[in-house]
Every structure is written in structure tokens, then in C-alpha cells.
């Protein structure tokens, strides 16, 4: 689903070029968590955005917003990095390795630097703000471009489950789907964040369900090793398509907010 790293990005973007309040920032991130606490990963982190290292008290999720600011950030990018693919995390280290681990990350363009979240605890989560990640956006598909991938996704891999013998009938899907999506946390968007992010995001979200019911189900008509085998490399595509179409929305959506600033008097 949706990530924690999202509506940071977003709602930071927003904040740092006027359209949205800061007390509405950190009253969307409770959506992940009631409470929200931001530590330095390493002497840099703490030294520039004025953190205390993991194993201190930490700091608080305004802490962090104020800092993005002192160091003139100019936005945020959402990157959901996978083993072989880590575009945006600035190379090999501590950022890449923790963002990898937890699927996701942000990256504060302008700054050198990005933070990672993790549950800690229920209802707590860290941001672990890093030295590292690009200081433009990684290169991705622009969100007309993802729409249209998640598209053909959609309808290829279908066709290839189809073939596969292994799109199997399952007593109650609908109603396990509903309930998945259901459980999703009720997310907000800054006003003014663009309708298509909003759309692509809404049916990436859909499809991503529909992803992991496929993913979780039994082998039912794959009938060996080879073929669950195949039925993984039909989906990867549009996994992939899934993540690409998340980072663009949420990526164009920070993007619209900076361009709106930067048309401010």
C-alpha cells in the first residue's frame, strides 16, 4: 500500500513552498503511527539537521520539518527502492541499506540527505535521517507514462496467469479484497495536490491488493514447483509496474507543490 514515505513527501513539498501548514503535516503522518520520533544515522545527519544519534532522546517530527527548511531543501522525493534497483539513494551505504530493508525512503532534494521510517513499537514510528540520496530525483517515468505501464501490466499479466493455468477460483476473494482494502489507513493530501496523482494512486493501491491476494494465494492450479515458478515471473511485471506508478504520483504530486512556490511573488 501506500507508505509512510509518501505522505511525508508530499506533505513536506507542500509545507516547504507555503501550501500547507505545518501542524497539518504532522496531523497526516499520525495516519502511520500516533507517535513519530526522528533520530541521525550518523555524525553528518546530526550535525546538519541538528538531530540526536539512534540510541538518544530523540527529536520530534517538527524537528525535522524545521531543519528541511534551514537547510533550504527544496523538496522531497518518494523512492521505493528494491535489491538491484536503488536509483535515488546516492550508492552503496547505511541509506541504501536501510531504505532497501524497509522498501521505502525519502529523499530532501537540495539537501544530501533522506530518512527511512520503521514501526518500532505499535502506533511508533522512527525516521532515521541519512547522509545520502541524490540531490535531484531518481530517474523514473513521468505519471502519464507509469498510468499507461500500469495498464498494460494489468492486462498482460492476466493474459499470462490465464495461460498458466493459475488464475484459480478462490471461495470469498471479494470479500477478502474488500476487506484488505478497507484496512488501509485513512490518508490526507494537501489541497491542491493534483487530481491524476490522486487517480493513480487509488488504482495502484487496488491493483497492489489484488497483487498480494495473487501473491499469498496457493499454488490451486500450479500444479508444481516450476510452474508457482512462473506464475512469480508473470506478476513481476506488474509489480513493478505497481511501484513505478506509486513513486511517479506521489513524485509529481511533491513536484506540482514546488512549481506552485516557485510561482509565488
Known sequence: MCCSSATLAVWASAWLHG???????????????????????DDAAAAAFDLPLTGNVPAGPASLLAALRARSATGAVLVLPVPGDVRGLGGPGPFG???VRAGEAVVFTGTGFGAVPQAIAEGLVRWTVHAG???VPPPSSGIGEAEHALTDAIRDSAGALQALDVASERTGVRAELSARLRARPELSWPSGTPGRSLRVLQRAEEVGAILALAQGDEPGGALSASAVSRRAEALRPLTEAVRAARCAAVNEAARAFADQGDLTP
Open 97 to 99: 541499506e536501510a531504505a
Open 133 to 135: 540520496g541524490d540531490p
Open 19 to 41: 501550501a500547507a501548514a505545518s501542524d497539518d503535516a504532522l496531523d497526516a503522518l499520525q495516519a502511520w503511527g500516533e507517535d513519530h520520533e526522528v533520530v541521525a544515522g
